[in-house]
């Protein structure tokens, strides 16, 4: 099993939809989780961090959910410039694990 | 000007060739790290670095070296390129704080034939 996995995609969704995707892992030890985003053909960015209770940005809503270990992020009324590619990180004191990425396509 | 940046951008190389990739930054970060990416595997560590005299392993290093030469450069060096090392390099710094934010720079695309 890898230890972070997500759905690659990918999800196709209309402007103005909400959209979102989990991402799962396997260390139940791992403490500290974040969203990159990755535009094609260029590095990835932090998109924002994930805490215990949830976290907040605008119209991106990250949540923890310990108990079947998976992170989730939610998008809410889409833009075209949303699309990209979600990468999910667990980040422990010892290793920084990113998924390979859930890409995200929005249509006009 | 860009804080993290890398050359070349683009190398097509030979299999048995010694390949050199260099990284810069100016944002003062002690911690810098290589990664290479591929298709449906997501991005992998191939060696980080906590300071100049600090190199460690990461999950892929095998076929792999790095130089840290100083605060602001580390480099990554392939000593007999082979195709399967074919893959998109990216290179970052983070600092030391509560999210240890990755900045990566813009990519190193290396082909092996």
């Known amino acids: 099993r890898k230890e972070v996995e997500q759905d690659p995609g990918p999800f196709n969704v209309p402007e103005g939809a909400t959209v979102a995707f989990n991402c799962t892992y396997s260390?139940?030890?791992?403490?500290?989780f974040f969203w990159y985003r990755q535009d094609c053909r260029k590095e990835p960015k932090l998109l924002m961090s994930?805490?215990?209770s949830g976290n907040e940005d605008g119209r991106f809503t990250a949540q923890l959910n310990r108990a079947s270990q998976y992170i989730s992020l939610l998008i809410r009324d889409s833009k075209l410039s949303d699309s990209a590619t979600y990468l999910c990180?667990?980040?422990?004191?010892?290793?920084?694990?990113f998924g390979s990425g859930t890409r995200l396509s929005i249509r006009p | 000007d860009a804080d993290v940046t890398q050359t070349p951008r683009n190398r097509i190389t030979k299999t048995g060739k010694r390949i050199m990739l260099e990284c810069s930054q100016t944002?003062?970060?002690?911690?810098m790290y290589w990664y290479r990416q591929d298709p449906g595997l997501g991005l992998r560590l191939i060696y980080y670095?906590?300071?100049?005299?600090?190199?460690n392993k990461g999950e892929i290093s095998d076929g792999y070296s790095v130089s840290r030469q100083a605060q602001a450069k580390f480099s990554l060096s392939l000593e007999s390129a082979i195709p399967n090392q074919t893959a998109l390099y990216f290179c970052?710094?983070?600092?030391?704080?509560?999210?240890?934010?990755?900045?990566f720079g813009p990519g190193t695309r290396l082909t092996v034939l």
């Open positions: 970052a710094t983070s600092d030391f704080g509560p999210t240890d934010t990755q900045y």
């Open positions: 260390n139940s030890a791992s403490q500290s």
């Open positions: 994930v805490y215990s």
């Open positions: 990180v667990d980040r422990s004191a010892s290793k920084i694990i």
């Open positions: 944002k003062g970060h002690d911690r």
């Open positions: 670095s906590f300071d100049v005299k600090d190199i």
